[in-house]
């Protein structure tokens, strides 16, 4: 447990329960003061015997597709794969899969345009028709090249670079990174394992999810699950076999996203799991604790609604830690934990025990979203991120209308790694012009504080479909050009306007 960083574990479970019981109840009592004497303005009481409560709306939308882009000259995605691969060199990731018996080499137009056949949906039968490579060609470097390990360590690279630009810590909120995830819903025309029904999104035929985690606008991790299965099931996985260089410390979701376990688990491992409930009062009605029974409160507003079980904690925490040490070394995930305990009886200790620290925790951070306007505003903000990105996938993915026509999981699982490369390197090609825009007006003493808003998920200047030439040399972009042109003309939040003119 030392060598897994385990630190609550550390300390014996009596200690740690006296520290958090006094956390928790200093907690109640501040948060109801603050409400009390007016400080905490957001909290507003309903009329009625019932002590109902409201919180004020703080949604937030961030730009997608800023106007901003809107000044530079389409670009084919092509020309993005290739300027993104010159500086990060993604494409070396893509060896060949009998390794050095090899007899074919990597060529990187023809690899181009396996990936964009992948990623867009389009097929590699439908890009040979479009473009100037035989099928036969795209088919042979796809079988040697194009495998999931391959993908996993191409867009590494591309997220990884992203963080070395200018702009990236300007995405952070309140001085850390902040990540989200979150499913997407894609209709499969085949049948398979885990494609399953879902009338609300397809009518009568199935479909797939793809599961990301966002940070700072960046997709560092994904992966394809099943319709049916529950999102809250993955979120401790997809966070910590996150292998990037981004490591965020708060995580949240929709209210999807939540379960009885989560709070506990990303707590262990150091996270701060931080979901948005769509009905707080709700919640908050059914899901606070406290250490004492809840008459010992008084005629309080925000007061729990059963007292924690201390000693059902302490007889099961040597189960807890078994069940955590093994999510810390990888012999199993979260899903099939989860998986195991729901098939125990509802009074099984374990089960209960893990439940009941959960609380713990739920009930501290629901009383830190009561009392904290920018912890919600933050919240907000990164499930807007993960919906800006959403919006991307699906403009890359929407070929044949956005209907997944792969015959296995494994085709789904390259498809789903694919599209993610694209949006990544369309992410990256639109950071690095910030980047560059945002180093260019500082060095010249200009306000830059628009350009620190603007969100790079943006693809109305990007060409993903059309007549696809690879064997053609590949036109250089010239980052410095651009920066010029666009230093004539004013930064808006709104948009550009061509009545400044810079002079440097």
């Known amino acids: 447990m030392a060598d897994a960083g385990l630190t609550t574990f550390h300390q014996p479970i009596h200690k740690h329960l006296a520290e958090i019981e006094q956390k928790l109840e200093v907690r109640l009592m501040s948060v109801n003061q603050r409400i009390v004497s007016g400080e905490n303005e957001h909290v507003h009481k309903k009329r009625g015997p019932h002590g109902r409560w409201t919180l004020s709306n703080t949604r937030e939308a961030e730009s997608v597709n800023h106007a901003f882009f809107d000044a530079l000259k389409p670009i084919d995605i092509g020309s993005v794969l290739h300027y993104v691969n010159q500086h990060c060199s993604f494409m070396e990731s893509f060896d060949h899969i009998l390794g050095r018996y090899a007899k ?93 029904h879902s009338p609300k999104y397809f009518g009568l035929n199935k479909g797939i999810v793809s599961y990301t985690m966002v940070a700072n606008h960046i997709p560092v991790n994904a992966r394809i699950i099943g319709a049916n299965e529950h999102k809250s099931h993955y979120v401790f ?74 000693d059902l904690i302490a007889e099961e925490w040597d189960n807890i830690q078994r069940i955590i040490l093994s999510l810390a070394m990888k012999t199993t995930t979260q ?22 620290y959960d609380n713990i925790i739920k009930s501290l951070y629901l009383l830190d979203y009561i009392d904290s306007p920018p912890l919600r505003q933050n919240v907000q903000r990164t499930l807007n991120r993960g919906e800006s990105y959403h919006k991307l996938r699906r403009a890359v993915s929407y070929a044949n209308f956005g209907k997944l026509r792969f015959k296995n999981e494994q085709e789904q699982q390259i498809w789903g790694e694919c599209s993610r490369l694209l949006a990544n390197c369309i992410i990256y090609y639109n950071a690095s012009i910030l980047s560059n825009m945002l180093s260019y007006m500082e060095n010249y003493g200009q306000d830059s504080d628009v350009l620190k808003q603007v969100s790079p998920v943006a693809w109305q200047h990007i060409n993903l479909y059309g007549h696809y030439e690879f064997n053609k040399s590949q036109d250089p972009i010239n980052m410095d050009a651009m920066i010029r042109e666009l230093a004539q003309l004013k930064i808006t939040l709104n948009g550009v306007s061509e009545k400044f003119l810079f002079k440097g």
């Open 237 to 310: 996985d997809i966070l910590y076999n996150n292998t990037t260089d981004i490591q965020p410390e708060v995580h949240s979701t929709d209210t999807h996203g939540t379960n009885e376990v989560n709070f506990s688990i990303l707590h262990f491992f150091g996270y701060q799991f931080a979901p948005r409930y769509k009905d707080i009062y709700g919640t908050v009605s059914r899901s606070l604790y406290g250490f004492q029974h809840p008459s010992q409160y008084g005629n309080v507003l925000i007061k729990p609604v059963r007292k924690i079980n201390t």
């Open 335 to 356: 899903s099939i934990i989860i998986g195991k305990l729901s098939a125990y009886a509802r009074k099984n200790k374990t089960k209960r025990a893990l439940w009941e």
């Open 104 to 196: 074919q080499s990597r060529q990187d137009h023809i690899l181009d345009a396996c990936l964009i056949a992948w990623g867009t949906n389009m097929g590699l039968g439908r890009m040979g028709e479009f473009s100037d490579i035989t099928y036969s060609l795209l088919s042979a470097t796809s079988d040697n090249f194009i495998r999931l390990e391959t993908f996993k360590e191409a867009n590494d690279r591309i997220s990884n670079a992203v963080t070395e630009m200018p702009i990236f810590h300007h995405y952070d909120m309140d001085n850390t990174i902040h990540s989200s995830s979150d499913g997407q819903k894609f209709e499969t025309r085949i049948n398979t394992m885990n494609s399953r």
